[in-house]
């Protein structure tokens, strides 16, 4: 089993990115999905998630408005639309599969990607 996120990269302030999760050995349909970041020093901290069974999504406050994470079943990969980027969403972004199929503590993700670095600067 394996997660696979794509996508990262340098922007400018402002800019945008889209990061993909691929999943591989797992169907990510039948799990939540969610991302998070981290940076040096600093706690893993968790940006989005998507829920399985309804879809539904919830954000850190610190991204909504400018994040979206949507699903794409058929091609079994989980995204992230982020728009007008600030240098202080720089972090490595992982995405995480939950062990059922609604969001919740960290704890309970079953499966990490490897990361992607995501750098916002002028």
């Known amino acids: 089993v394996q997660l696979v996120e794509s996508g990262g990269g340098l922007v400018q302030p402002g800019g945008s990115l889209r990061l993909s999760c691929a999943g591989s050995g797992l169907t990510l349909g039948y799990y939540a999905i969610g991302w998070f970041r981290q940076t040096p020093g600093k706690e893993r901290e968790g940006v989005s998630c998507?829920?399985?069974?309804?879809?539904?999504?919830n954000y850190a406050d610190s991204v909504k408005g400018r994040f979206t994470i949507s699903r794409d079943n058929v091609e079994n990969t989980v995204y992230l639309q982020m728009n007008s980027l600030k240098p202080g969403d720089t972090a490595v972004y992982y995405c995480?599969?939950?062990?059922?199929?609604?969001?919740?503590?960290?704890?309970?993700?079953?499966?990490w990607g490897q990361g992607t670095q995501v750098t916002v600067s002028s």
């Open positions: 998507i829920s399985s069974r309804d879809g539904n999504s």
């Open positions: 995480a599969a939950y062990r059922w199929s609604w969001c919740g503590d960290p704890s309970m993700v079953d499966y």
